[in-house]
């Protein structure tokens, strides 16, 4: 009997999330392929790359090979799961999402759905992070292009090789309301960010703040010839951009040293 092509599933919106549920959707309809769901129990969207370290953490059952981590981050259901579930042999991939919204230029360093795919490429686990772009005059969301596209990069994947080396992943924006769209390989843009809260006041007068929206504002890199991920999804086209965890700026080391000295 052919062995099964074992995904590994996470998110940041949560284990009820529609793009979830349509990620597992899409890749169970492959062929040889054994999906396994471990997704937060609650949205935890901008969380990072955190670990939760301060508190025990519990897998719920919730349908076969699927799970909820109690309070957890998408880090944790990465290495818990890795760690247990996964214990005596890796998954062949890791597929994180599919998000609500966009994750595009520094916005991946706040992205919770980049980092389960960052805490997977950790592992030596190839991994892809999956994020739609939304319209959201219409909250609900249309997943229909990203299935497709998650179907398409598994099966390459499965039937050849992963396209990068170790510490690295595959971040990919699907752009809104549009059918059918071709790939573009992309670097991430360069995004301009607001400083925007709102203060509220409770029935004691009491001031809490939510943190405002940026705006989705970006900028062409100095220097780079390659379209960035934003300019690709704005032309309609699927943006697939690796991503390394090397956060090391190589090209300022020589000025720090004489800096130093």
């Known amino acids: 009997m052919k062995k099964k092509y074992k995904i590994l599933v996470t998110n940041d919106d949560g284990y009820e999330a529609k793009g979830l549920l349509c990620l597992v959707q899409a890749l169970k309809e492959l062929d040889g392929v054994e999906v396994t769901v471990v997704a937060p129990a609650n949205e935890k969207s901008a969380c990072g790359h955190s670990l939760t370290l301060v508190r025990p953490l519990r897998f719920v059952s919730v349908d076969d090979d699927f ?3 109690d309070d957890g981050t998408p880090s944790d259901c990465v290495y818990l799961s890795l760690s247990t579930l996964f214990e005596h042999e890796k998954p062949d991939l890791l597929v994180s999402g599919i998000n609500r919204g966009s994750n595009m230029g520094e916005d991946i360093t706040y992205s919770g759905t980049a980092a389960g795919a960052m805490e997977g490429v950790l592992h030596d686990v190839p991994s892809i992070a999956i994020s739609q772009v939304m319209d959201f005059t219409n909250p609900d969301g249309d997943f229909t292009l990203a299935m497709k596209t998650i179907k398409k990069l598994v099966l390459k994947i499965k039937n050849g090789s992963f396209p990068l080396p170790k510490r690295e992943f595959l971040n990919v924006n699907i752009p809104a309301d549009i059918e059918e769209a071709q790939m ?3 670097y991430a843009g360069y995004r301009f960010y ?4 709102h203060v509220h006041r409770n ?3 009491e001031e809490y703040y939510w943190l405002g929206l940026h705006p989705l504002d970006f900028a062409p890199r100095d ?3 390659e379209v960035s991920d934003y300019e690709a999804v704005q032309a309609g086209k699927i943006s697939i951009t690796p991503i390394q965890l090397d956060l090391s700026a190589y090209k300022s080391i020589k000025n720090l040293k004489s800096w130093i000295e």
Do not use: F, H
Request: net charge neutral.
């Open 67 to 69: 799970y909820k981590l």
């Open 184 to 186: 573009q390989v992309t």
């Open 194 to 197: 607001a400083n925007d809260s």
């Open 203 to 205: 029935p004691r007068g």
């Open 223 to 225: 220097g780079v010839e």
